[in-house]
């Protein structure tokens, strides 16, 4: 699969694909790869990493090797020259080799489609677990149970992808499920780290 150069940028949460992630853009290298991005031909794109350690701002990251594509929407230019924006997960890339950060961050990488078997995958059932534990958390902070997204069975990379976003989990939890190979190894993925939810919120409960 071919490789491309990208501007990223790595944030504290990864991105999941068919996801939006609402952005404030206030460092100024990124304001320039903003700037840089909206002046580029095609859509206005970048690429988004999980930071493993480190501060979100500043520099000094070590940075995960999987990560999105952020297609920018809803994008307004404040007067002191911030940008807030709409960034949506489109697809998965792998980070080839992170280049110098002149001045922001920038990768070549390839993209990286799941791996979709003819494994049957039981997606209702790990819809359940989700709502399951949502119900759990809801309970714990007196918050109203978020709506569950629609299960699609002809479509089961967006539907494992919806059901990780949803899903109460902390960026670790929700990296390992973006870096799993497919739908089969995300459920895989899911169920252990909703095991682990459930447990700590039932304890808390008790």
């Known amino acids: 699969m071919a490789d491309e150069s990208m501007p990223m940028f790595p944030l504290g949460t990864p991105l999941l694909p068919g996801v939006g992630l609402p952005l404030h853009v206030f460092e100024p290298r990124y304001r320039q790869m903003v700037v840089d991005v909206l002046a580029a031909d095609g859509p206005p794109e970048f690429g988004q990493v999980l930071i493993t350690h ?14 999105t594509i952020a297609r920018m929407a809803d994008i307004q230019v ?10 949506v997960g489109t697809e998965r890339i792998r980070v080839l080799e992170w280049l110098p950060d002149d001045p922001y961050p920038q990768a070549r990488v390839e993209r990286w489609p799941d791996v979709v078997g003819d494994e049957p995958l039981d997606l ?3 819809a359940d677990r989700v709502s399951s534990v949502l119900a759990l958390a809801a309970q714990l ?3 109203e149970v978020p709506q569950l997204p629609p299960v699609d069975r002809a479509d089961p990379t967006g539907s494992t992808f919806r059901l990780a976003a949803i899903a109460p989990l902390g960026p670790a939890d929700r990296y390992a499920l973006l870096a799993a190979a ?4 995300r459920l ?16 808390q409960l008790s």
């Open 54 to 67: 480190g501060p979100d701002a500043g520099g000094g990251d070590e940075r995960a090797d999987v990560g």
């Open 78 to 87: 404040l007067d002191d020259g911030r940008y807030v924006f709409l960034a």
């Open 124 to 126: 209702d059932g790990a």
């Open 141 to 143: 902070s007196g918050a």
């Open 182 to 185: 497919g739908p089969a190894a």
């Open 188 to 203: 895989a993925e899911l169920h252990r780290a909703i095991d682990d939810v459930e447990a700590m919120l039932r304890f």
